[in-house]
């Protein structure tokens, strides 16, 4: 299983996986540098047993957050990576996701590089409240800045992408891919079947159905991720070369 990248070679299911592992897999061997890797939830509400819960997922998942950005490349191609990671919290967007995702956005810009995105969370973390939902608007925003000044975002939703994450950044991708069976959407199946009143397809919130009704660009199997990126990512840099030339020839 390890050694397919814990995807089945027989059903093909694709097991979750931590940050760490998907990036030693997917990234050039030591072009990894991480980001913001100092930045620690807080307890603005005065939550009960939060500090404590957080605790046991930072030793569980070796991560400060539910979160990890940095600098990197693949097969060559520079970008500007994060991976958020379930064994933290579910990956719940905090205010440091947020603040994580948007620096990250940032310095994608900052450098010219790419921004790739790989989503696994079940929405917004309730134990901070407001300033948890906020985070929908402050990286949605900085998805838009990017997408203003030329850069390209890629987006892989993973099993699960939930609730806020689902309904912020998650979709807003100039390209947005799934793993295959991956659960995506809002709000949770029952509650959408007992709001319409109507019993909802076998596949509902799947990647296959939201591709198949517009949605995805692609499901793309995890074995076949890295080469996929790379050819995504060398179109990109290929045509910003291209422009630049014509700029000059101007």
Do not use: W
Request: with cysteine; charged share 25%.
């Amino acid at each position: 299983m390890k050694k397919n990248l814990m995807v089945c070679s027989h059903c093909g299911f694709h097991h979750p996986i931590g940050a760490q592992k998907r990036i030693s897999f997917l990234v050039d061997h030591g072009s990894f540098q991480e980001l913001d890797a100092h930045l620690k939830p807080a307890n603005p509400l005065g939550f009960e047993d939060y500090m404590d819960r957080i605790e046991k997922d930072q030793e569980k998942a070796e991560m400060n957050e539910a979160i990890m950005t940095g600098t990197a490349e693949i097969n060559g191609e520079p970008l500007v990576i994060a991976v958020m990671d379930s064994r933290f919290r579910m990956a719940s967007m905090g205010s440091v996701v947020g603040e994580k995702i948007l620096r990250a956005v940032e310095k994608a810009d900052e450098l010219g590089r790419p921004f790739v995105i790989f989503t696994a969370s079940g929405g917004a973390r309730m134990q901070e409240g407001m300033l948890s939902l906020m985070q929908m608007a402050k990286t949605s925003a900085a998805f838009k800045r990017f997408s203003n000044h030329g850069g390209l975002a890629v987006t892989v939703m993973t099993h699960p992408t939930t609730g806020g994450v689902s309904a912020s950044f998650a979709s807003l991708g100039d390209f947005n891919f799934a793993e295959p069976g991956a659960l995506i959407g809002f709000a949770g199946r029952r509650v959408i079947e007992q709001t319409v009143r109507e019993e909802l397809p076998k596949d509902f919130q799947t990647a296959e159905f939201l591709l198949k009704h517009g949605q995805l660009d692609a499901v793309i199997s995890r074995l076949d991720l890295k080469d996929k990126l790379h050819f995504v990512l060398s179109i990109h840099a290929k045509s910003e070369d291209s422009g630049e030339d014509s700029t000059d020839g101007e």
